[in-house]
Nanobody, 123 residues
């Protein structure tokens, strides 16, 4: 399985970005996908997750109401729409997929990871 994350950039506070995670090599709709982020000096944390079929989504409390995760299984792609970005959202964002359709917030549950995309939000 290969995952390719893209869409990061440098933006000002209040701006929006949409991250894309393109997958290849497996039946995408059968697997949950999570977005994680890691800021300098901090541990990687769960940001958002979506079940295989896309019916259920889960979010870190700090991003609820601002971020939206979605997927297009026909395109083997998952998106993370990020609105009203804040400086504390600055991090490298990773997408990951795990065996099974259910979302899990633990990093160790995800088997395949993309390379990460940098998001920098200036104040």
């Amino acid at each position: 399985v290969q995952l390719q994350a893209s869409g990061g950039g440098l933006v000002q506070a209040g701006a929006s970005l949409r991250l894309t995670c393109a997958a290849s090599g497996r039946t995408f709709s059968s697997y949950a996908v999570g977005w994680f982020r890691q800021a300098p000096g901090k541990e990687r944390e769960f940001v958002a997750g979506i079940t295989g079929g896309g019916r259920s989504t889960y979010y870190l409390d700090a991003v609820k109401g601002r971020f939206t995760i979605s997927r297009d299984n026909a395109k083997n792609t998952v998106y993370l729409q990020m609105n009203d970005l804040k400086p504390e959202d600055t991090a490298v964002y990773y997408c990951a997929t795990r065996t099974g359709t259910l979302v899990n917030r633990f990093i160790s549950e995800y088997e395949y990871w993309g390379q990460g995309t940098q998001v920098t939000v200036s104040s």
